[in-house]
C-alpha cells in the first residue's frame, strides 16, 4: 500500500460529497453493471460489499438480496452511503467501518462484492485480504477492479501510480486459487479494469 489506511480514508473523505459524479468513466460504469449481474444473490443471501463507497453496489444488490452489508475506511463516504439509504428509504442495507483485512462483520456472509478498491493494496496485502474474505465463508467473491490483462501502457495509466497498486489477472486468480476457489469468469473492460469472479471449491 502506497498511502496509508488513514490517509486513504481522508482522501475519500473529502470527495465523498461528490464522488458519485465524478465517477463518470464508461470503465467503472461497466465494472459496477458487472459486478451486480454477477453477484446475482439469492431473495434470503447476505451480501457484504467491501470498499463500498457511497454505496453504487449495495445499492445495486438490495432489490434481490435478503441484506446487503457495506464496510468502508471513510467515514465521509459512509455518510454519504447512509444519507441516501435514508433519502431512497432502503432498510435491507446497514454501512460501517471496515476494511479488507478487517472486515469488521460477524453474520453469516453469502456474497462478498468489491469495486474499484482492492487496488490500493499491494500483492501481498492483496493475497491477505482474499484470505481474510475467503475465511467468510462465502460462496461467492465478485471483484471489479484495475487490473493488468498485459503490459499497462506507462503513458496512459488508467490508475493513479502515487496511490494505486494494481496487480495482474493471474496474481489475483492465484491467490483465489490457493484460498480454495476457483474463477467462474472473467470480465475483461478494458486492458486495465475488468470483472473476476470466484466461486467455492
Known amino acids: 500500500m502506497k498511502k496509508s489506511i488513514d490517509e486513504h480514508a481522508e482522501r475519500f473523505s473529502d470527495h465523498a460529497a461528490d464522488y458519485d459524479e465524478s465517477q463518470d468513466s464508461p470503465e467503472y460504469r461497466a465494472c459496477a453493471d458487472l459486478v451486480v449481474e454477477h453477484a446475482a444473490p439469492d431473495g434470503d443471501d447476505v451480501v457484504l460489499d467491501l470498499g463500498t463507497g457511497t454505496g453504487a453496489i449495495a445499492f445495486g444488490l438490495t432489490a434481490d438480496a435478503g441484506r446487503v452489508i457495506g464496510r468502508d475506511i471513510s467515514e465521509g463516504m459512509l455518510e454519504r452511503a447512509r444519507e441516501k439509504a435514508d433519502d ?69 495509466p488508467f490508475y493513479s501510480p502515487e496511490v494505486d497498486d494494481p496487480a495482474t489477472v493471474g496474481v489475483l486468480a492465484d491467490a483465489f486459487t490457493d484460498a480454495g476457489y476457483a474463477l467462474t469468469a472473467v470480465e475483461l473492460v478494458s486492458d486495465q479494469v475488468g470483472v473476476l469472479v470466484a466461486e467455492r471449491r
Open 88 to 156: 431512497r428509504g432502503v432498510e435491507a442495507v446497514s454501512f460501517g467501518e471496515g476494511q479488507f483485512r478487517e472486515p469488521n462483520v460477524e453474520a453469516s456472509v453469502d456474497v462478498v462484492t468489491s469495486n474499484f478498491a482492492m487496488h490500493h493494496l499491494s500483492d501481498d496485502e492483496k493475497r491477505e485480504a482474499i484470505d481474510v474474505v475467503a475465511d467468510l465463508g462465502p460462496r461467492r467473491i465478485v471483484l471489479g477492479d484495475v487490473m493488468f490483462f498485459g503490459e499497462p501502457n506507462p503513458e496512459d
